[in-house]
Nanobody, 119 residues
Framework: EVQLAESGGGLVQPGGSLRLSCAASGFTFSKSAMGWVRQAPGKGLEWVSTIYDYASITYYADSVKGRFTISTDNAKDTLYLQMNSLVSEDTAVYFC????????????WGQGIQVTVSS
């Protein structure tokens, strides 16, 4: 059974940083594309980033490019999202997801974790 569990969310001030983690199990993590998707209050889902670690390829949405970094630790089957220079528009529930085909295509999702950027 595929399981994805996010951690590391919380409240941070504008300009601050957070690192999200996603512990994965139930599939071959090192051979899978992984990504992050977010949903801001009252809005739809927004793709954030995808990593094809086995191919050393990463993709980012324009809204986070240069501020967020996606990475993996295959020894721990864990996905990360380092978020720097956070702004209020980054406030959202962040979901970890297992990739299926293209950068924004996912077949399994975590429960999500809240990130709030506010002073």
């Amino acid at each position: 059974e595929v399981q994805l569990a996010e951690s590391g969310g919380g409240l941070v001030q504008p300009g601050g940083s957070l690192r999200l983690s996603c512990a994965a199990s139930g599939f071959t993590f090192s051979k899978s594309a992984m990504g992050w998707v977010r949903q801001a209050p009252g809005k739809g889902l927004e793709w954030v980033s995808t990593i094809y670690d086995y191919a050393s390829i990463t993709y980012y949405a324009d809204s986070v490019k240069g501020r967020f970094t996606i990475s993996t630790d295959n020894a721990k089957d864990t996905l990360y999202l380092q978020m720097n220079s956070l702004v209020s528009e980054d406030t959202a529930v962040y979901f970890c997801a297992k990739g299926r085909a293209g950068p924004g295509d996912f077949d399994y999702w975590g429960q999500g974790i809240q990130v709030t950027v506010s002073s």
